[in-house]
């Protein structure tokens, strides 16, 4: 299994970014995907899963309302839009899968992180 996360880099309080996972390795519309994120000195704490189907997403309190997740099951890829990005959202990113069609924790398989720097 592999779990390849883009996107990451530096940006300003108040912007956006973006962030794709190329999944390779398994049968990518059998499970959850979704994304985790490590800040430094902080536990890692999952943010955003979707289903295998699409149909069930779940957004951690601290990223709701400014994420959105979505996956392309024919590109075997999820992206994670993020705006409105505060400080406090500087971390590590990773993509995990879970190897069940719903819920993403605890994950089965980890990539190997995206660093996202949001400076104030």
């Known amino acids: 299994v592999q779990l390849q996360a883009f996107g990451g880099g530096l940006v300003q309080a108040g912007g956006s970014l973006g962030l794709s996972c190329a999944a390779s390795?398994?049968?990518?519309?059998?499970?959850?995907i979704g994304w985790f994120r490590q800040a430094p000195g902080k536990e890692r704490e999952g943010i955003s899963c979707?289903?295998?189907?699409?149909?069930?997403?779940y957004y951690a309190r601290s990223v709701k309302g400014r994420s959105t997740i979505s996956r392309d099951n024919a590109k075997n890829t999820v992206y994670l839009q993020m705006n409105s990005l505060k400080p406090e959202d500087t971390a590590v990113y990773y993509c995990?899968?879970?190897?069940?069609?719903?819920?993403?924790?605890?994950?089965?398989?980890w990539g190997q992180g995206t660093q996202v720097t949001v400076s104030s």
């Open positions: 979707i289903s295998s189907s699409g149909g069930q997403i």
């Open positions: 995990v899968v879970r190897r069940r069609p719903t819920g993403c924790a605890p994950p089965d398989y």
């Open positions: 390795g398994f049968t990518f519309d059998d499970y959850a």
